[in-house]
């Protein structure tokens, strides 16, 4: 009883994000796509007059050489720039605020993100915090950027996050490890490059890790009570794009145009979450994070089975159409076998790229702090289409244990 009248009121919550979502425009980046679109971005950051940029990246893709190209189509078009490095993974309000300073000694006049998640979100923040005189924990929360950002430029080098389009930018307390959010649609960058011929050397752990990520912003998205007629296009094409490229993506990465698919996929992916939202798996995996430092694509991947064998009952015609644009064999089946179908799909995809579906971390003990706090997180922002309760979401956790 208590909790049907809980329910009713994380309904009204996310009753407010959809009026919100109405009213609210959110912007789309322009776009570039296709192998050495990262170059034409180039060219249009000078169009419009860029002086000088500040390159946010982490130190591996500098080692590795992959901004060389980059840099040198910057030098012809008389395009300064200073590079920033020093993003990890999960980067912190210090390291922003590191990026701002640099920003600031060096007079940029714009940002470019060159990198996977991290460095986008980083990104983001330095260029809000350029123009808003507000610290990393003033912007937290919803609508708290007051002022258009410095001109955002960005180009993902892995295929998952959909920060490339995303109003959001996830930030982590560098002592706690706990991730905090920063939504705005004044966070969606000025123009995305797509340019899959950046990612054919990603390692295949990293693929399948950031490819699985994409996976479950379409399928969360999808199964989202948020979910529209334009949320569904964009979290069917994702579907379709990921779950046949993902496997080849892990076994030929060098294949180019596979890379661009999975990059299409993610892009896609990334602007139906903007709209219909996340749900349970993503809400355990950053409970995850934050006890066992766990990334955030293989918490995910762990995860999203689970998640689904729980909400199926309640999703199950939505799954047996995920199922049918995965190429699966759903003819004369029930939406409950086509359903089961694309979940053992995605068990026997997790397996064949040597993801687990349990936690060799987590401890028995832990799952009632784990399960709390990730219903706080699902119940205050997430349109779930199935609510769970504390003792529910133990039981989908304990499911993780090893053994
Ligand atoms: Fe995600």
Avoid: W
């Avoid at 309760?389 to 039981?395: A, H």
Wanted: include cysteine; hydrophobic fraction near 45%; charge should be neutral.
């Amino acid at each position: 009883m208590l909790f049907s009248l809980q329910v009713k009121g994380y309904k009204s919550i996310i009753a407010g994000f959809k009026v919100l979502t109405k009213v609210l425009p959110v912007p789309k980046p322009t776009l570039f796509t296709g192998p050495g679109s990262s170059l034409e971005l180039c060219v249009s950051m000078a169009h419009m007059d860029t002086k000088k940029v500040l390159i946010v990246t982490d130190k591996v893709l500098v080692e590795i050489g992959l901004l060389k190209p980059l840099l040198a189509k910057l030098d012809s078009l008389n395009v300064a720039y200073v590079i920033y490095d020093g993003i990890l993974p999960d980067p912190t309000n210090v390291q922003v605020d590191a990026g701002l300073s640099i920003l600031e000694r060096h007079r940029c006049d714009a940002v470019l993100a060159f990198g996977g998640g991290s460095s986008m979100d980083a990104a983001k923040l330095i260029s809000a915090r350029a123009t808003n005189k507000k610290t990393v924990e003033q912007l937290q929360g919803v609508l708290k950027v007051r002022k258009a950002c410095l001109p955002l430029y960005v180009i993902p080098t892995t295929a998952g996050t959909g920060s490339e389009v995303s109003v959001g930018a996830v930030v982590s307390d560098p002592n706690t490890h706990k991730k905090s959010l920063v939504i705005d649609p004044k966070l969606v960058p000025k123009m995305a490059a797509l340019d899959g011929a950046l990612m054919t050397g990603l390692p295949p752990m990293i693929t399948a890790a950031t490819g699985m990520d994409a996976l479950t912003h379409a399928i969360e998205s999808y199964v989202s009570v948020l979910a529209s007629e334009e949320t569904d296009g964009y979290a069917l094409a994702a579907t379709r794009l990921i779950m046949e490229n993902l496997p080849k993506a892990v076994e030929q990465g060098d294949d180019v145009d596979v890379r661009q698919a999975m990059a299409m996929g993610s892009f896609y992916a990334g602007l139906s979450m903007t709209k219909a939202s996340l749900g349970y798996v993503h809400a355990i995996s950053h409970s995850f994070g934050a006890k066992y430092r766990t990334p955030h694509g293989i918490g995910n991947a762990l995860v999203l089975p689970h998640v689904l064998d729980y909400s199926k009952p309640a999703v199950a015609e939505r799954l047996a159409k995920l199922a049918e644009v995965s190429g699966l064999d759903v003819a004369n089946k029930s939406d409950s076998d086509a359903a089961q179908l694309f979940i053992d799909r995605i068990r026997e995809m997790l397996e064949s790229f040597g993801l687990s579906t349990t936690l060799d971390l987590l401890k028995r003990e832990d799952i009632p702090e784990l399960a709390k706090a990730a219903l706080k997180e699902a119940h205050y922002n997430y349109p779930v289409p199935l609510y769970m309760d504390q003792r529910t979401c133990e039981g989908v956790i304990g499911k993780m244990l090893v053994g």
